[in-house]
């Protein structure tokens, strides 16, 4: 009896990290970001964490007097700077929002071992002790949530301890494996490479062996690391798990704040028509006042000119 729970274990951490969602990556759509027009970002501010960590963010303040801001979380491996600017730009002079492009410990200019965490749930605090920050200077409080960002919004806005905000942006959203929304036909090669090992050890062991160590290696053409050297070229398992929903379709119907969800009709990572069912699992009451479209960019390129959606929807809410 033994013998074949732990076989029916290892199997589903297989199936589970075998889906973990990071699938490929189309290196054109990193030249849109490259070609984009440049965008001036302000000086690099820090933010003390609740464990002493100074996570780097970059404040693009309102046109005008305004006490509405959106937060924005990065995917994987990436960092605010890393395309997110755009967004920056376009609500902060467009649509009088105050954003704050928010680095996880580990990227950008944060503190912390690269791409690492020390435990799953410091990711999770870390945002929770930045929007209060936030919120003392803004009367409305949005969170915007890229690719694997958005994973992780998910798990925050189900999170028992979370504090509070207004509503959530999902974009080209990468809600992990259970999700089931990759494209079933990946259009290019792997763009990451996962230690299976790692996350079988560091699960039977709840995270003390290999908890830590490098376990998601991302696959970012040499000439994207040249351009920019602040990309991640991997993550750890608690870093991954952090950012990885456990039940996302149980998690977008605990959804109680409005919500816009965003996905690219050509992203080469997720299939956007898959995505787009997450709108369908919402309760009618949210679903009243929230957002769901496709629109003609890819996974990256999405990034330059959502902004003004966003700014539009914000509108509609406040």
């Known amino acids: 009896m033994k013998k074949s729970f732990l076989n029916l274990v290892i199997l589903t951490i297989i199936i589970t990290i075998s889906h973990l969602g990071y699938a490929s990556s189309d290196s054109t759509d990193f030249d849109s970001l490259a070609n984009a027009p440049k965008v001036n970002i302000p ?21 005008s007097i305004s006490k509405v801001a959106v937060i924005v979380l990065h995917g994987g491996g990436a960092h605010s700077t890393a395309g997110y600017q ?31 965490s020390p435990r799953i749930s410091a990711i999770r605090k870390d945002l929770k002790s930045f929007i209060e920050f936030v919120k003392k200077s803004n009367e409305k409080v949005y969170i915007l949530g890229h690719s694997s960002g958005a994973g992780l919004l998910l798990n925050y806005s189900t999170w028992k301890k979370r504090t ?21 036909i990946p259009s290019t090669p792997a763009f990451a490479k996962i230690d299976l090992y790692k996350f079988i050890i560091a699960s039977s062991t709840f995270g003390l062996v290999y908890g830590k160590s490098p376990a998601v290696h991302f696959n970012y053409p040499q000439r994207v690391l040249n351009r920019d050297p602040l990309l991640n070229t991997f993550i750890t398992r608690h870093m991954s798990v952090a950012m990885t929903p456990k039940r996302p379709i149980k998690q ?23 995505v787009m069912k997450f709108c369908d699992y919402s309760s009618e009451e949210v679903n009243r006042v929230s957002v769901c479209e496709s629109v003609d960019e890819g996974h990256l390129s999405i990034l330059i000119n959502i902004g003004h959606r966003i700014g539009e929807v914000l509108m509609e809410w406040n």
Request: glycine fraction near 8%.
């Open 43 to 63: 000086e690099v501010s820090f933010h003390k964490s609740f464990d002493g960590t100074l996570n780097s963010f970059y404040r693009f303040p309102s046109s």
């Open 86 to 116: 755009h967004i920056g730009k376009s609500l902060s002079e467009d649509y009088q929002t105050n954003v704050y492009l928010y680095d996880l410990r580990g990227h950008g200019l944060s503190s912390g071992k690269r791409g690492s």
């Open 164 to 184: 509070s905000v207004n509503g959530y942006f999902f974009i080209s959203p990468q809600f992990g494996y259970k999700a089931e929304i990759e494209r079933d």
């Open 252 to 274: 977008f119907k605990q959804i109680d704040r409005p919500y816009a969800l965003f996905a690219a009709e050509n992203d080469n990572l997720i299939d956007p028509n898959k």
